[in-house]
């Protein structure tokens, strides 16, 4: 197996001021929120700004109530994103994730918060978000929600309409 291996150089490392900003990363005294919270989320910048990527975030502990009820509701998280200039901290993402913990919302609303936070905070070039929830009652639901700019709009379609073949193929196994 090929890898490449880069020298660790001044010029490889992050600088303080590409770090500013970054505050919970690397802090030993978090403090973990109790309610809903957007303003924890934190950003750094792209180095790799002439490179279209995708970056994908994984969250499968996520926790919400149930607006009416009041119950727990448990589900996964998939963050995927091709960023423009800045990007989510991940540990900063975490905490605001965990502020869904007492929040009351149902799932395609928490998809499309979460959605909606992430683009004021990034101005990506394309982000999606799928909550794959546990079922309650007997039914899983799990939203989907994409946005992209002029440039990727042919991939969000190309997306949206994969995950509507994902959830018809589902269907028919059934």
């Given at each position: 197996?090929?890898f490449l291996h880069r020298k660790k150089t001044e010029n490889n490392m992050r600088t303080n001021t ?24 934190e950003t750094f910048v792209n180095k790799h700004t002439g490179n279209d990527y995708l970056v994908t ?8 109530l149930c607006p009416k009820t009041g119950q727990p509701d448990y589900g996964t998280i998939l963050i ?95």
């Amino acid at each position: 197996m090929f890898f490449l291996h880069r020298k660790k150089t001044e010029n490889n490392m992050r600088t303080n001021t590409e770090l500013e900003g970054v505050s919970l990363l690397g802090n030993q005294h978090t403090v973990y929120p109790s309610d809903y919270d957007p303003s924890l989320l934190e950003t750094f910048v792209n180095k790799h700004t002439g490179n279209d990527y995708l970056v994908t975030l994984h969250c499968p502990e996520f926790t919400s109530l149930c607006p009416k009820t009041g119950q727990p509701d448990y589900g996964t998280i998939l963050i995927s994103y091709i960023p423009r200039v800045r990007m989510v901290e991940s540990k900063s993402l975490k905490l605001y994730l965990f502020s869904f913990r007492n929040h009351g919302d149902f799932h395609e609303d928490c998809v499309n918060i979460i959605m909606k936070d992430l683009i004021r905070l990034m101005d990506p070039k394309y982000i999606e978000v799928t909550g794959l929830f546990h079922p309650r009652g007997g039914i899983s639901i799990l939203p989907f929600a994409s946005w992209a700019d002029e440039e990727h709009q042919a991939l969000r379609q190309q997306r949206m309409t994969a995950r509507m073949a994902d959830v018809m193929c589902y269907k028919n196994n059934f």
